[in-house]
Every structure is written in structure tokens, then in C-alpha cells.
């Protein structure tokens, strides 16, 4: 059963994450790519490429590419194909190898309604449950409304009163039936006070099965995760050893092959804990089990595509130290977490911090609506968990980036969070600890960074003068007068003036002392009243990152003269994001409340629900169903 070439179905930070290891096998590896991935880097990192039509959905396509190449097995990643049984039928018929567990185990999992059925029969706990709206009261409120099919927090929906059941169970069928083409949900108990908890297995041809030890997921948002680690605060050597055991259970009764994850949903105050899901695909945040295990999950997947036995048993398995993940989205977190596009005009990770990158992105990559908006994955291991804590966000402050926004404060603030640092990351953990969204600089911060912005250009137009490069911007034979830069900052006019001094210092807005030390076209290194700070700067047209101790912030250079422009209409409700509209609640003349739900909108197949900042009556309506609108179209014109 060896092979030589692979095929990875996948795209992105997955697929360049495959091929590196795939490579350390002596592995060739050929991707797929659709117009919007042709400069991407994993098309790059493969040997081979091939074009597809428009989708990473097209089983058959990828089936004929992999033929095409004379690739002899096929590694779907996660996501898109990865759970769907027929995709690895149709692999096995074409006499490929399928890196995964058969179809069997993918059908039977894939339906969650199976899936609890089995693990019941296993002996694993489960949750109460019913697919009868009319029984959710014998579960009690609050309830969770999640789909059978599918993942990925899609479909889901919390309801703590009857009233609002008919509405969710409406939205989560929606939003089942476009991420899955499956809108069927069940009704089950939800826990407020929980840790979502999973254990990683493996699974060989040969009837071998070890856990590698859990990973704590609970921090999320939008029912997605966005920090993961290992081990848990939560879990001491008995409940290890529990959850282990009864994840191996399961895996022996559906007997398992390739790596997979059996998920728990864990009641913090009593240690309870009842089966969710088994993932029968590599998960997202598989690193951080690789950090603490030394196991290479993807060489394990591949050893066990080739017929290997897995070479250990449960008892060689140790961990060391530990690891904590998390995912940088595009994506703003001052406005709901709601998706960010736009162009990666900087984007470069700090080498000299001892951090993973698991990423499939570069300066100038496009991030739109096509695909799920995570920009990349970003790992560090320590000693103990605050050592990994405090390097994580060490790492993400170091992260020189910008364009595009995106989670990068709110991932660092929540990592320095007392709760965390403590352990106490349950589900509500975001609620809880209020971790802040973003930083939004002020007084210092922000002349010092519009300091180095302004002298940093300066130092630009000196250096791509012609002539006379060594005088200083603005310079005459006479006076040197003083020069102007009007930058724009979230929606805020900076005004920057600055004269340089014959003693080779520029004074800053009449008052402000600064000395450039060192000029580069990557950044300054700046004095400014005494303070020495080095800015990492990079500028695309009108538009310059500048990196310092305060983070990341973007400019808009703004012109010396303003062109007349239009204004947003008075009480114009505007898209917070790109998306279709797929439902409009209201028509001119209706009456609004300040909360209630005006639009949804779908993005990258989630709902996202437009709603009425304040009372008022709809006196204009600028868009129909199934419009795609672009961030920041008008919507209607409420007045109040």
C-alpha cells in the first residue's frame, strides 16, 4: 500500500501544513487550486498543480486531477471534503489511497443523531436530547439547536426562552441546509458553565488504538474555537484517564483507522462529562497535542494510509510541558466578531520568537469571501503554562501586520487575562473576562507612532530623491519651513507638522523633540522626547502599517487638497460586512425597535443578523434578497 505522490484536497494553511511533512517522507505532492488561490503559497510549495473549475467541492474532479498527476493516494485536510463518505467511496473506486477512516465510520459519524446512538450503545455519556421542538421543554432552557450534519459551529443556535425556539430553529435549518445541503437539527441540553474537551486518537489497519491525550477548546465565539491547548487546566490524571478511555472505547467499537477526534462537553463545577462528536478527520488545532506529544500527526495519518502499524502502544504515550494555539482571523471584534476582507499590506512574524506559524498567507495575500477567514494558526510551548501563555502573545504583539483587520489585540488581551492565566477558561470565558476587542491608540501612542509615520516618509522622499538627498525634507535656501503629513486614523484626522532643526532633531507639532537614528525602507529607528523606540513601517499607496510597542496601526495618508465627496445619508443602516442577503425583515413604513433584527446576511455560510441601533420608521429600503453587497453598502434610511 505505499505510495509515492500525494494529492492534498485543500487549500491554504492545511495544505502547505501536509506537504511539509509529506516532503520530510520523500513524499511528492500535487495541489488543486481555483482562480482565487493561483498566488497562493501552497501552490507554490507543491511539486505539482492543477487548476479546478471553480470549487474545492468537485470530487470528481479532484479524483481525475490525482489520476492526471499519477498520484496514488489523496489527503482531504479538514473541511470541505474531508467528512463526506462519498468523496472516499469514489477515491477508494478509483483504486486511490484515502488518507482517513473508511466511509463507514465517516457516514455513521458524520450524522450526529448516529453518532450519539452508537457512542450510547459504546457506554459513553450523552447529552439529553430530541428532535421534537414540543419536547424542549422536558430538556429545560436554556437549549442548544444544533445540526445533524456537519461542524464548524454552523447551525447552531442558544435559546433560553420558548419564545425565540421557532426563530432559531428556523435560522439553524438555513444555515444547516446551505453549509451541509442537509437542514435537519436536534434539540439537546445546554450547559452554561462547560469545557468543551476532546481527545486525540489514532487508529491503525492492524486493530491498534491509542489516545494522545486531551485538548481544551472552550474559548470560542460564534460557536467557534479561537484558543486551544494541551493538556487542560481542568483535566487531572483521573479524568484523563476516563475521557481516554472512554474516547478508545468508541474508537474500538467503530473500529477506527487514521487519526480522529471523540469531543466532550465537560460540566466545570462537577467534572461530568458526555460524549458530543466524533471529528473522523486531522482538526485544526492538532498542534498543540503534536507539541506536547512529539508525534506528528499528519506522518502518523500517512504511515497509517500506507498500512503501518503504529510501532506503540498507550503506555509509550507521555507529554511534556505545554502548548497553547491560537487562530488569527480576519475578522473585527469590535463589531461581533464579524469577518474582515480587504489586502495583507504587511504581514511578517517575528524570528526571533520561539513560536509556530502554521499559515498559508504572505504580504499582498487577498483575503475575501470564498473561504472561511482564518489567517493562521500561531503555536508556542513552555515549560508550564504561563510560559506558553505569556510566549503566545509575545508572539502575536511581535506580528507586523496590517490591511486587513483582524483578532490579533483581542487574542493577546484574553492570553494576559487573569481568568486565563488561571485556568478558568470555561465556555462563557469571553463574557466572563472581557478580554479587550481591540487597542485604539491615544495621547503618546499615537503621536508617536504618527511621529515615526511622518519622519519615516520623509526619510522616504529623501532616499528617492534625485537630488540632494542628504538635505532634509521641505529644505530652501532660507528657513526651513515647516512640512505637513494629514494622516487619517478610524476615521480621526491626524495633523502632523514638522521642521527639521540644524542640529539634526525635528520638532513635532511645535513642541514634540525627535531624532531619527537609523532610516530604512523596513522601518526608523526614533527617538522622540527621550523615548527610543524601533517602527517596523510598510506603505502601499495611501496606506502605511506602523509597528512599535503599541502594536500594529494603520494610516491613511490623506491629500494635501479634499475632493468634494458624498456623505452617508442621515440614518442610513450600512452592511457590517460583505455577505448575500438572504432575508429582509421590514419594508418602508415599518416601525422598528432598537434590537430588532432588519437583515441577515450570510458570509462564508453563517447567518449574521443586521439589527436597529435605535427606534425609528423605515423610510427607504436600497436592496432585495439574494443581493451581494459589498462592506459598508447602504441598506435602508430609518428615521427616527
Not at 445533524?148 to 432559531?168: L, N, P, Q, S, Y
Not at 499615537?446 to 522616504?460: D, H, P
Not at 521641505?474 to 503629513?485: A, D
Request: hydrophobic content about 40%; proline content about 3%; aromatic content about 6%.
Amino acid at each position: 500500500m505505499t505510495f509515492h505522490k500525494l494529492l492534498i484536497a485543500n487549500r491554504g494553511e492545511i495544505a502547505c501544513r501536509i506537504i511539509k511533512t509529506a516532503h520530510e517522507m520523500g513524499i511528492s505532492c500535487v495541489a488543486v487550486y481555483t482562480e482565487a488561490d493561483s498566488n497562493s503559497p501552497f501552490v507554490r510549495m507543491a511539486d505539482q498543480a492543477v487548476k479546478l473549475s471553480d470549487t474545492y467541492l468537485n470530487g470528481k474532479e479532484i479524483i481525475d486531477a490525482a489520476i492526471k498527476t499519477g498520484a496514488e493516494a489523496i489527503h482531504p485536510g479538514y473541511g470541505f471534503l474531508s467528512e463526506n463518505a462519498k468523496f472516499c467511496r469514489d477515491v477508494s473506486k478509483a483504486n486511490l489511497i484515502w488518507v482517513g477512516p473508511s466511509s463507514r465510520v465517516i457516514t455513521s459519524m458524520g450524522d450526529k443523531l448516529k453518532a450519539k446512538e452508537i457512542a450510547e450503545k459504546a457506554g459513553v455519556p450523552t447529552l439529553p436530547m430530541t428532535t421534537d421542538p414540543r419536547q424542549a421543554n422536558s430538556i429545560g432552557y436554556p437549549i442548544l439547536i444544533k445540526a445533524a450534519a456537519g461542524g464548524g459551529g454552523k447551525g447552531m443556535r442558544i435559546v433560553e426562552d420558548k419564545k425565540e425556539i421557532k426563530e432559531a430553529i428556523a435560522g439553524a435549518q438555513r444555515e444547516a441546509k446551505a453549509g451541509f445541503n442537509d437542514d435537519r437539527v436536534f434539540i439537546e441540553r445546554y450547559v452554561p458553565v462547560s469545557r468543551h474537551i476532546e481527545i486525540q486518537i489514532l487508529g491503525d489497519t492492524h486493530g491498534n488504538i491509542v489516545h494522545l491525550g486531551e485538548r481544551e477548546c472552550s474559548i470560542q465565539r460564534r460557536h467557534q474555537k479561537i484558543i486551544e491547548e494541551s493538556p487542560s487546566p481542568r483535566v487531572d490524571d483521573e479524568m484523563r484517564e476516563a475521557m481516554g478511555a472512554a474516547a478508545i472505547k468508541l474508537a474500538k467499537k467503530l473500529k477506527y483507522e487514521s487519526a480522529g477526534t471523540v469531543e466532550f462537553l465537560v460540566d466545570d463545577k462537577t467534572g461530568e462529562f458526555w460524549f458530543l462528536e466524533v471529528n473522523t478527520r486531522l482538526q485544526v488545532e492538532h498542534p498543540v497535542t503534536e507539541e506536547v506529544t512529539g508525534k506528528d500527526l499528519v506522518y502518523e495519518q500517512l504511515r497509517i494510509a500506507r498500512g503501518e502499524e503504529l510501532g506503540y502502544s498507550q503506555d509509550d504515550i507521555s507529554w511534556s510541558g505545554s502548548s497553547i494555539e491560537a487562530r488569527l482571523y480576519a475578522e473585527d471584534p469590535s463589531n461581533d466578531f464579524l469577518p474582515a476582507t480587504g489586502t495583507l499590506i504587511a504581514y511578517e512574524a517575528d524570528q526571533n520568537i520561539d513560536a509556530r506559524w502554521d499559515t498559508g498567507i504572505e504580504q499582498g495575500s487577498v483575503v475575501g469571501t470564498d473561504f472561511d477567514p482564518m489567517l493562521a494558526k500561531v503555536i508556542a510551548k513552555g515549560r508550564t503554562r504561563t510560559d506558553a501563555a505569556n510566549k503566545l502573545a509575545l508572539a502575536l504583539e511581535s506580528l507586523h501586520i496590517g490591511g486587513v483587520t483582524t483578532n490579533r489585540d483581542f487574542l493577546v488581551s484574553s492570553l494576559r487575562t487573569k481568568d486565563f492565566l488561571e485556568g478558568k477558561t470555561t465556555s462563557d470565558f469571553i463574557d466572563k473576562a472581557k478580554p479587550q476587542r481591540a487597542v485604539i491608540l491615544k495621547d503618546e501612542s499615537l503621536e508617536n507612532a504618527s511621529s515615526a509615520a511622518a519622519l519615516w516618509i520623509q526619510g522616504k522622499n529623501r532616499n528617492e530623491a534625485q537630488v540632494l538627498k542628504d538635505m532634509p525634507s521641505g529644505w530652501r535656501n532660507s528657513r526651513l519651513p515647516r512640512q505637513k503629513l494629514n494622516l487619517n486614523y478610524l476615521d480621526e484626522t491626524i495633523e502632523v507638522s514638522y521642521q527639521s532643526n540644524r542640529n539634526g532633531t525635528f520638532d513635532i507639532n511645535n513642541g514634540t523633540v525627535a531624532k531619527v537614528l537609523q532610516w530604512s525602507s523596513e522601518g526608523i529607528d526614533i527617538e522622540v522626547n527621550g523615548y527610543r523606540f524601533f517602527s517596523k513601517i510598510t506603505q502601499q499607496d495611501d496606506q502605511i502599517v506602523v509597528h512599535g510597542p503599541w502594536g500594529d496601526v494603520l494610516f491613511k495618508i490623506l491629500p494635501r487638497f479634499t475632493l468634494p465627496g458624498s456623505e452617508l445619508q442621515a440614518g442610513g443602516l450600512v452592511a457590517p460586512m460583505p455577505g448575500k442577503v438572504i432575508d429582509l425583515k421590514v419594508k418602508v413604513g415599518s416601525k422598528v425597535k432598537k434590537g430588532d433584527t432588519l437583515v441577515i446576511l450570510e458570509a462564508m455560510k453563517m447567518e449574521h443578523q443586521v439589527k436597529a441601533s435605535e427606534d425609528g420608521k423605515v423610510t427607504k429600503v436600497l436592496i432585495k434578497k439574494d443581493d451581494q453587497l459589498e462592506n459598508g453598502a447602504l441598506l435602508m434610511v430609518i428615521d427616527q
